[in-house]
């Protein structure tokens, strides 16, 4: 049998969720009530397990589903549906997605507008779906505040030929579930092909290949993190996380990073562990860090001579000390949030030499 998931089996508190996750599971229709109840024992349980591990413990669909025992297909429909895929802290994903509907509203009175003016002789995709004689509930169509059968198949091809939007976009407009969108779009034969859909969010910069690409191999090395010595595995986890991180703070239009492994001879005898070198293309300028992962036991008199030598050397030193409490090992979270805490010092130092 099934177990059904709750707050408390993953020691999740009230007090460490956002208001919006009470209205979201308070304001659940009786029949998503019943769909959620296979899987939840409410739908606040759902929400705020969703929410706990994407805006608390900041992680990937990936690791959710994981966790969850689910297909990372379904976290990454689920977070996409409640608009919760933009960034995972709270409040700024909260102020894009309110800016997202904002523009997605006005797109929506625009084609309800110029759809209208739509000539059909030069829209055969559309003359198609007027003339067609798929019947479409009423209900279905007004729920979404269009007053007719035409105004409504007439604005959505406008939304989505036209404006191409693509349809999870269309599922925050609508409030509906993407699976939903896709089958009004099909069955008005209004549908795309996977290609034609990749071509579109390439033309129009939707989505950030880059970005996916390297928060898919972050996923990755937090894999095999859990799976190798503890001290020699956080500093290569670190050294990775350096390689797609720094990009976060750096664009990669301007500036070209390079995440060295164990080096000496920089610093004379003495290793740097992860030397880091940041290049600026336009103005040719060089900006050189050495970043030392120390253990608990570390000596701080070898961090003195190591920066000593470092700033002779041109090298800005930076030390990565990993928590005596052992609360770093096997830890992604915390060796996470301390390569990002670096990262941002080197943009800061970077934003200060340029000036």
């Known amino acids: 049998m099934k177990k059904i998931k709750s707050m408390a089996d993953f020691g999740i508190k009230p007090e460490q969720l956002h208001d919006d996750v009470f209205e979201l599971g308070n ?12 899987e939840y024992e409410t739908p606040l349980d759902k929400y705020a397990i969703l929410y706990y591990f994407r805006f608390v413990e900041k992680l990937e669909s990936s690791e959710i589903a994981n966790l969850l025992g689910l297909h990372n297909e379904n976290v990454h429909h689920s977070l996409y549906s409640l608009g919760w895929h933009f960034s995972n802290d709270y ?23 110029q759809s209208q003016k739509l000539k059909t002789e ?28 035409e105004e409504y198949i007439r604005a959505m091809y406008y939304i989505f030929h036209i404006e191409e939007l693509t349809t999870v976009e269309m599922a925050l407009l609508f409030k509906r579930a ?15 092909s996977h290609e034609e859909s990749i071509a579109r969010k390439k033309k129009k910069g939707r989505q950030n290949y880059e970005k996916t690409m390297r928060s898919g191999k972050t996923t990755r090395i937090k894999d095999q993190i ?3 010595s503890v001290g020699t595995k956080n500093e290569n986890y670190a050294r990775s996380l350096f390689a797609y991180f720094l990009y976060d703070y750096f664009d990669s239009n301007v500036f070209e990073i390079v995440v060295g492994i164990n080096n000496t001879g ?27 992962y120390n253990g608990p036991d570390h000596s701080s008199q070898g961090d003195i001579e190591k920066e000593k030598i470092a700033s002779n050397r041109g090298w800005v030193y930076l030390p990565l000390v990993e928590l005596g409490d ?30």
């Open 27 to 38: 304001n659940v229709n009786l029949q998503m009530r019943m769909i959620f109840q296979k």
């Open 91 to 113: 409040e700024e994903n909260k102020a894009i997605l309110q800016e997202k509907e904002k523009k997605l509203t006005e797109i929506l009175q625009r084609a309800k507008d």
């Open 122 to 149: 030069e829209h055969p995709i559309l003359l198609k779906a007027l003339q067609s004689t798929v019947r479409i509930n009423k209900n279905s169509y007004t729920r979404m505040n269009f007053a007719t059968r």
């Open 178 to 192: 993407k699976g939903i969108i896709n089958a009004k779009l099909r069955a008005l034969g209004f549908s795309i």
């Open 226 to 228: 859990r799976n190798t």
């Open 266 to 292: 920089i610093l004379d005898e003495k290793e740097i562990d992860i030397p880091i070198i940041i290049y600026e293309r336009k103005n040719g300028e060089l900006f050189r860090f050495a970043v030392e």
């Open 326 to 355: 052992g609360r770093f090992s096997n830890n992604p979270k915390h060796i996470e949030q301390c390569v990002r805490t670096i990262c941002q010092q080197m943009k800061e130092i970077v934003s200060k030499i340029k000036l």
